[in-house]
């Protein structure tokens, strides 16, 4: 059963385009693999970024580490965009994102998984 599975996506009508020759298909079929770099940046510079937040102390398992750990991205990444080659492109995310770790969380964790009772000021 399994082969004959196999067998019915691997006939060449269902996997080549008749237009294309072999080594254009292949071609073809390679760029559709292959990611953007900009995706691989950003990968890379979530997973910077997710390691700055965990060494800072906040576990994966915190409800406010996806909150930390996203706005930490957002704001590397504007930080980044500002740069004029990719050149040392990653030692600059690590530094970008250990620079702004501390700030971020302790502003997350103070506003919105921490609420302070603020107290309202009136004027007589």
Known sequence: VFFYFLSQFSSPDVLCDPSLSASQQKLKDARQRRVKRSERHKRRLRVIVEHCVVSYGLVKEHPCFSKCSERLFKLSKSFLEDL???????????????????????????????????NKITTN
């Open 84 to 118: 004029k080659t990719s050149h040392n492109l990653t030692s600059e995310m690590k530094s970008v994102a250990k620079n702004n770790v501390k700030q971020v969380v302790q502003s997350e964790l103070k506003n919105s998984c921490l609420p302070l009772k603020v």
